[in-house]
């Protein structure tokens, strides 16, 4: 199979804060041990009404100088700048991660530029997740624009990879599991003697939206308490659409075992509280692929996760926690008592074996395999 000599990366970088600029500058960096890598970014930040964050921006982090700011979602002229400077590095690929159908039309305008103005560019989606998670049929329509003008589809989930079949059949696609990133954890005791934590701790971490499910935490959140003796920690910042659920929080008659922590959580921090805890809940109502699920098995912390989506492909009952029917506060209960009553130990071996599968160096050693084998028939 022919090598791939050039790749161009168009996505968020730091210092956008968010979870999706974050894993774009480690794909830049991963690729950028293998091949040369022209990595642009965006110009503009994100217009309120759609990133409401009160702590977007982190203007000290480190790999803030890897994207080029090139971008401008309210510019056309920067959409056909963007398509002469990615043409000119000449690229075996552009890859772009999806998440939003916002960037819709100016993905596809670019795309297509590319098209015409570099034939052998192989134009691909590193889709996060196909569908925003709130969704209707102009979003739907906005994303198809952009898709029917990729060539490739990367995603996280076997459940993605049939959405995008339904759409557009025939269409490579590749299934890469979420990869995680290899870091020392902190102290286990450390981190529990400086949170103030000494009963089982059962962790929400990221971002507070409503398709999350923290009302179902919330809910379950009397029978985890009385059956495990666990306290309760939510930790992340709430988004204004999330909000009601602070004032349920105090008006709950456990709230004193709830741990609510409505701000952004740092690396550090994240790393801490997953230190500290027994078990990661994903009560989510519907997702893709989860990068607290990815954190949480470079961790080596066990889940109890609802059955939706990636997350009942990457969590497995037994070995890397325990799986619930979406929408049942009982069954979250049920999940996290199992989990604390098996015990860190009896997941350890199964969370080990994930990391390893899923790391980052044999991501990108198969996502370039999989691009290397599309190129060969062209």
Not at 10 to 16: K, N, V, Y
Not at 26 to 53: K, N, Q
Not at 172 to 177: D, G
Not at 305 to 315: I, K
Request: charged share 25%; net charge positive.
């Amino acid at each position: 199979m022919p090598r791939i000599e050039r790749i161009a990366l168009l996505g968020p970088a730091p210092p956008d804060r968010g979870g999706i600029a974050r894993e774009t500058a480690l794909l830049a960096r991963e690729l950028a041990a293998r091949t040369a890598v022209s990595y642009l970014t965006f110009s503009r930040p994100y217009p309120r009404w759609l990133d409401p964050r009160r702590f977007d921006r982190a203007p000290d982090e480190p790999v803030a100088a890897l994207g080029v700011p090139a971008l401008d979602y309210s510019s056309p002229r920067s959409w056909r700048s963007t398509a002469r400077r990615i043409a000119s590095f000449e690229p075996d690929v552009l890859l772009t991660p999806w998440w939003t159908s916002f960037w819709g039309v100016p993905l596809r305008a670019v795309f297509r530029a590319v098209e015409a103005l570099s034939p052998k560019t192989l134009r691909a989606i590193l889709c996060h997740n196909v569908e925003d998670h709130e969704s209707g049929h102009l979003r739907r329509f906005l994303a198809l624009g952009a898709f029917f003008s990729a060539e490739a589809f990367v995603v996280h989930a076997e459940s993605d990879r049939r959405r995008l079949d339904r759409r557009l059949p025939g269409r490579p696609v590749a299934v890469l599991p979420h990869p995680i990133v290899a870091t020392p954890p902190p102290d286990r005791e450390q981190a529990r003697r400086e949170l103030g934590i000494s009963t089982p701790l059962v962790l929400f971490l990221g971002l507070v939206r409503r398709y999350k499910g923290v009302d179902l935490l919330l809910e379950a959140a009397p029978r985890i308490v009385r059956e495990t003796n666990a306290r309760i920690a939510v930790v992340g910042e709430v988004f204004p659409e999330a909000r009601p659920l602070k004032e349920r929080w105090k008006r709950s008659a456990f709230r004193d075992s709830i741990i609510w922590r409505d701000d952004y959580a740092t690396e550090e921090e994240m790393a801490r509280w997953l230190a500290a805890c027994d078990v990661v809940v994903l009560p989510y109502r519907y997702v893709s692929g989860s990068g607290i699920a990815a954190r949480a098995i470079a961790a080596r912390r066990p889940m109890a996760a609802a059955a939706v989506g990636g997350l009942s492909e990457t969590v497995q009952p037994g070995a890397t926690g325990e799986l619930f029917a979406p929408g049942n506060p009982d069954a979250l209960a049920d999940a996290v008592r199992r989990v604390i009553e098996r015990g860190l130990s009896a997941y350890e071996p199964g969370l080990t074996r994930a990391a390893g599968e899923s790391s980052w160096p044999r991501y990108v050693e198969r996502m370039l395999a999989f691009f290397s084998s599309l190129r060969d028939g062209r």
